[in-house]
């Protein structure tokens, strides 16, 4: 029996952005998961954070359980990446629990001691920011080991909002009504969705993990019978996005863009959604110069720095002041210029056009530019050469987005190595700033995407001798995410002395889950 994704699944997922799924598992597994959990959190007061399926290790037999595997394979590729991003979302009951609010309202109180955001939100990414994609790159997978009817609070979302953006006014509100434990939603990593008040006497869990793709796809990954785009019978959202749902189709399916009867450009960076979306990916090659002028024309806005909130004495803090959600630099998450996605969509033909961008001064112009370039995916010799040389940019925000180019080229990637390698292993006290109030910097951020990109060049040409030695060394990097993907590229490497290197490290830092706090029975 396969269990991979059907067509209309993955129609659904394009259009709506979700899939709810249950695990093929025992049921007692759920009420297992879901006692190790609540005792984890309140016998043993554990902020488990990204530990937590390591405190509780039967959480892999739900992502490895073949229905979810087969959904994630159908919809990032048979060598999808478990991030090392976890949360538990705890929702704790209110005082008052007369009070009902519409399933759309925006911030309904939560329970003290919650952790769980109730107003509408697009995620960031973790540690610090990357770009925001239409194309399944990254997905989040929301568990509920539990029952939770309701009054309990299920996370909502708003279905085909993954393709905003920002948050808008709702639509396509989702708030599940029945949420039986084992529940599993698979989501795109920028839909707009928020928790819900829990009415209830009890606390509700929920386990967030987030998955990612590593390489461009060639064929599709599901089990593909029709490779003719079908608006899907069950579409939630208020509006239609055919163009968007069309490119996103064929870029899973490894086919080159369809070119477009061509796009009235004043919809760019519209607030209504769906305009902007017909606008991006109605733009044909007639379009390149001035979609490329328009990305050329934002030098000096300055939008490669960020802007910062100030606390209540006007101080400046290491967080984003994001009201109105501009499009610029910040360690959340950053939407680039409409041009950007358009001239990606276009393709390869708007390759030639991305590259004379890439040689501005502006770092926000070369950034918009980059960004185009991964999504666009071929790996030219003259694309190769322009990213690597990005790769020596004196700001970080450019050297993150260049290796975030890079990871998903599938190509050979020998001529960017020496520069990977220097960012991973050498320090750059320019890069030493606190960029968020939990203290990650910069350079952390560069060296979990350079990492990242180690990972998708093993499934590629790339020398992977040469990928070892890098990765080796970069095993007690002070971010833990870094030796995470780290190990994981040595394992898929799987030559005696990667496998080896990884197995001491994991040996190393084994974690006996027995021993509870003040229980200990062995």
Known sequence: MSYLLNDDQVHDFIANGFLRLEPDVAETLHNKIARDIEFAIEKENGSYGNNIVSRVPALWDIIRSRRIDGALTSLLGPNYYVHPHRAIHINRPVEDKTTIYPDDFDGPPMGKGSMAGSGWHQDAQSPLSRARHHVPKFLIGFYFPHDAPPEMGPTRIQAGSHLFAQPVEPSGVIAPKDVKAGTFFLVHFDMVHAGFTNRSDFTRYMVKFVFTRVETPKEPSWNCQNRNWKNPDRTITNYTAE?????????????????????????????????????????????????????????????????????????????????????????????????????????????????????????????????????????????????????????????????????????????????????????NPEWQTKEVQRGWTGEDQVRLNAAFTLLSAVEGPTNNLAIEDILTQILDDRNGYVPAVATEALARIGSVSASQTALRYLQERRWDDTLRSWEKPF
């Not at 749902?245 to 009235?264: F, V």
């Not at 606390?311 to 400046?316: E, I, K, P, S």
């Not at 680039?336 to 001239?343: E, G, H, R, S, T």
């Open 243 to 427: 163009p968007a749902w069309k490119y996103i189709w064929n870029w899973m399916l490894g086919c080159s863009p369809i070119n477009q009867q061509g796009a009235d450009l004043i919809a760019l960076n519209s607030l209504n959604q769906a305009e902007r979306l017909e606008s991006i990916y109605s733009c044909n090659l007639d379009q390149i110069s001035v979609l490329a002028e328009q990305i050329s024309a934002l030098a000096g806005s300055g939008n490669h720095n960020r802007r910062l909130a100030k606390d209540a004495d006007g101080n400046t803090i290491p967080r984003d002041d994001s009201r109105g959600y501009p499009r610029r630099w910040n360690e959340r998450a950053i939407v680039y210029d409409d041009a950007a996605y358009a001239l990606a969509a276009i393709g390869e033909g708007a390759i030639p056009a991305l590259l004379k961008l890439t040689k501005e001064e502006d770092p926000w112009v070369i950034m918009n530019a980059t960004f185009a370039l991964g999504e666009i995916g071929q790996s030219s010799e003259g694309v190769i050469t322009a990213l690597t040389q990005l790769l020596d940019h004196p700001l970080q925000q450019v050297v993150r987005q260049t290796l975030d180019a890079l990871a998903l080229m599938n190509c050979d990637l020998e001529m960017a190595l020496p520069k990977i390698e220097h960012l991973l292993t050498q320090s």
